[in-house]
């Protein structure tokens, strides 16, 4: 069965303390993995997308990497602002119509000054 | 540059009376669209896609259907609401199926 797992739920970091987010994901067959930011009460805000094991993209102090089983989004030195919820979304290749993209459930980031 | 609108932004029914939420897309032609759910703790539900006027495809049976009488403008319906359709409903656009969404701000609905 296609699933997406995110992890932690929920992240605490001090201002400028760097850590980890991460999206393990079970597909028949990757397309494509993105990254969303969501603030409350608004709609994801699309950040990265990642097609193959070994890519990495970078937007400010966010870096996306990708493997075979699991996606990391680095943060590095984040401040207050980057406190928000991170949607992890896969896109698999063995489903055809958009009903192939399948969700995860966010880890909420709090950043604390 | 592409926008996409949604509205209202909340809306309070009562249960039994009608539902329609509108989405329009700017700055691009011939998208994609979508209807999600967002429930609290839970992943967001694909409720409806569409890749071209007057096609519709549903994905969860439910009280709820969607319309898309414009190339750029999709609309979400109900005759009768119920409680259990209370929720965080987000509509999105992509260029193609094998590309990033992109959402509106969402339309948050309370059922009474």
């Known amino acids: 069965e296609d699933q997406v797992t995110q992890s932690p739920e929920a992240l605490r970091l001090q201002e400028g303390e760097s850590s980890s987010l991460n999206c393990s994901y079970t597909v028949s067959g990757l397309r494509g993995l993105f990254w969303y930011r969501q603030d409350p009460g608004k709609g994801p805000e699309f950040l990265f997308t990642?097609?193959?094991a070994g890519e990495e993209k970078e937007k400010e102090r966010l870096k996306a990497t990708l493997t075979k089983k699991e996606s990391f989004l680095h943060i590095t030195a984040p401040k207050p602002e980057d406190s928000a919820t991170y949607l992890c979304a896969v896109q698999a290749s063995g489903v055809t119509g958009a009903n192939n993209l399948f969700f995860g459930t966010g880890t909420r980031l709090t950043v604390i000054p | 540059s592409q926008t996409i609108h949604q509205w209202p932004a909340t809306l309070v029914q009562p249960v039994g009376s009608p539902l329609s939420l509108e989405c329009t897309v700017e700055?691009?032609?011939?998208?994609?669209l979508y209807w999600y759910r967002q429930a609290a703790g839970r992943g967001l539900q694909l409720l409806f896609y569409s890749v071209g006027i007057g096609q519709i495809s549903s994905e969860v049976p439910q009280n709820l259907s969607a319309s898309r009488p414009q190339d750029r403008q999709f609309i979400l319906s109900s005759k009768k609401l119920l409680l259990s359709d209370s929720g965080f409903y987000l509509c999105a656009w992509s260029k193609q199926t094998n590309q990033p969404q992109h959402f509106g701000d969402g339309t948050r609905l309370s059922i009474l």
């Open positions: 700055g691009t032609s011939n998208p994609n």
């Open positions: 990642l097609y193959s």
